[in-house]
Nanobody
Framework: QVQLVESGGGLVQPGGSLRLSCATS????????IGWFRQAPGKEREGVSC????????YYADSVKGRFTISRDNAKNTVYLQMNSLEREDTAVYYC?????????WGQGTQVTVSS
């Protein structure tokens, strides 16, 4: 079955970095775009970044542009989100997302807390 498993979250000081991973299984990663979303306490889930399956083109929300980088390693069935220059406003649970023929899937999320 389709599974998405995020990891790499944690507590980091403002200005620090984290790399999130989204390990996928149950479908051929090469064929699908993958998105990262986040949800902060009391706020709606918002899109952060996504990467296409075809030409590797990427999208970033304005709030993270220039600080976050999404990438994929199809051989490892994993998508990454490198987050640099983290700000307190980046504190949230981060989720990866895939829409495949059998449905739409979310991972369980990984907590990112930016605090001094």
């Amino acid at each position: 079955q389709v599974q998405l498993v995020e990891s790499g979250g944690g507590l980091v000081q403002p200005g620090g970095s984290l790399r999130l991973s989204c390990a996928t299984s149950g479908f051929t990663l090469d064929n699908y775009a993958i998105g990262w979303f986040r949800q902060a306490p009391g706020k709606e889930r918002e899109g952060v970044s996504c990467i296409s399956n075809s030409d590797g083109s990427t999208y970033y929300a304005d709030s993270v542009k220039g600080r976050f980088t999404i990438s994929r390693d199809n051989a490892k069935n994993t998508v990454y989100l490198q987050m640099n220059s983290l700000e307190r406003e980046d504190t949230a649970v981060y989720y990866c997302y895939a829409a495949v023929p059998t449905g739409r899937y979310w991972g369980q999320g990984t907590q990112v807390t930016v605090s001094s």
